[in-house]
């Protein structure tokens, strides 16, 4: 099986303690990310300051040589504070990120009102490993006749 993306920082920053407050002083938040076969998945909070705004993730697949930048959706059934706003995106990663070895950098920017945030991880970039899956450990061996039908007669 193709390996997986392991987030080299806690992959639910907006399930800690003073996530609302960071929001509020910084304006953008990594909410939430997850890997699947598709790609990265997550969600991003934003301090809603004007109804006009921009959502966006720049990553990296070899440690910022090239770069891309993937637009994050409103999420319509945001939260409920009236304060913040949610986005989504879906990084595409493709057959680069499938290799063991692959290193995945990304940072997310804020546009609105002619002015721009950023949520970097405090400088350090959000990261991911390749990491490769375990197989299934194999079980004790089984007998080959225990799952056959007995008929007696």
Aim: with cysteine; glycine share 8%; net charge neutral.
């Amino acid at each position: 099986p193709p390996p997986l993306l392991e987030p080299l920082f806690p992959p639910q920053p907006g399930a800690s303690p003073g996530f609302a407050e960071r929001v509020r002083q910084h304006k953008v938040r990594l909410e939430w990310v997850r890997a699947e076969p598709a790609g990265l998945r997550g969600a991003v909070r934003v301090l809603n300051l004007a109804y006009e705004k921009a959502v966006s993730v720049r990553y990296t697949l070899n440690r910022w040589a090239s770069c891309a930048e993937v637009p994050a959706a409103y999420q319509p059934a945001g939260p409920a504070d009236g304060l913040t706003d949610r986005f989504a995106f879906l990084l595409p990663l493709g057959a680069a990120a499938a290799a063991a070895e692959a290193a995945l950098e990304f940072a997310v920017r804020y546009r609105v009102a002619g002015s721009e945030y950023w949520d970097n991880n405090e400088g350090a970039n959000y990261r991911l490993r390749g990491r490769q899956r375990v197989p299934p450990a194999d079980g004790p061996p089984q007998d080959p006749d225990s799952s056959a039908w007995i008929h007696f007669i």
